[in-house]
């Protein structure tokens, strides 16, 4: 019998916390237990500061956490994840180069040759949409555009792992909704691991495979885990009319709503204290 394959990503509870500036010793997150499997797609959900963003760098190796063990297929992560590319929720381009140029120093700093770092940056702006906008500047693009010159800046490298905080926040529905089939395209042609963080519980049903929800913090915890039982592949605006999805919803959000109030709650209390 084969061995099982090793996750893409396991955290096995893994604690963070921060010293505060009084020397106060904050729990961002306590002993989450998460498992990402090769080529899945899992979604995180939560309240305002619970800890998801902070889960997701732990995953990149920019945060350590305080105990318990972190896992990249396998390996103990003791630095910068190198198979993890990461998609902020902020434009991560540089406003002096040109789209075409953005994309190519994804392996420009590996030194490949400047001429096939252009020819592949060419092909992966043409897969997201951009083909004739290699020579813009970001000031010169929509933010959805920007988000797409972003996606082929990650993509660009072939990472086998894709962490991605919000990455559609800041944009419009229609735009979110567009990037959202975009990136179910480009996953569906090789299926990555995906560690996508995201406020909004109906993006995160029509995306992932699996939707994962954080507690309030401090000290936050994971406490469901629910798999998506919707057939890919998908498109964002179709699968929210069906029934499966109108249910899931409704169970998810009987317990994210709980949490949801917590999180407001404890901004009103640091807020009246301030």
Excluded at 93 to 115: M, Y
Excluded at 209 to 236: E, H, K, N, T
Aim: charged fraction near 20%.
């Amino acid at each position: 019998m084969a061995a099982a394959e090793p996750a893409a990503i396991a955290l096995d509870d893994a604690t963070v916390a921060f010293r505060l500036a009084d020397s106060r010793l904050y729990t961002a997150v306590e002993k989450a237990r998460l498992t990402v499997a090769n080529g899945e797609f899992v979604a995180i959900v939560g309240p305002t500061g619970c800890g998801k963003s902070t889960l997701l760098n732990v995953a990149a190796g920019l945060l350590k956490p305080a105990s318990g063990q972190v896992a990249i297929f396998g390996q103990p992560l003791t630095g910068l994840n190198r198979d993890a590319g990461y998609l902020f929720q902020a434009d991560a381009l540089f406003p002096w180069k040109t789209a075409i140029d953005n994309v190519a120093i994804g392996l420009e700093i590996t030194g490949a040759p400047q001429q096939h770092a252009r020819q592949r940056a060419q092909a992966f702006l043409t897969s997201v949409g951009l083909g004739g906008f290699g020579n813009r500047y970001p000031h010169m693009l929509s933010g959805g555009q920007r988000k797409r010159v972003g996606l082929a800046q990650v993509l660009i490298r072939d990472p086998r792992i894709l962490l991605m905080d919000e990455p559609f926040g800041p944009l419009d529905a229609q735009t979110r909704q567009i990037m959202g089939n975009l990136l179910l395209e480009l996953w569906n042609a090789d299926r990555k691991a995906v560690l996508f963080v995201t406020h909004d519980l109906e993006e995160a049903i029509a995306l992932a495979d699996r939707v994962v929800i954080m507690s309030a913090g401090p000290s936050a915890r994971i406490i469901g885990d629910w798999r998506v039982p919707l057939a890919r592949p998908r498109d964002i605006s179709e699968v929210r009319m069906e029934k499966e999805f109108h249910e899931l919803h409704r169970e998810i959000w009987s317990v994210l709503k709980d949490e949801v109030m917590k999180g407001y709650a404890q901004s009103s209390e640091v807020a009246e204290a301030v």
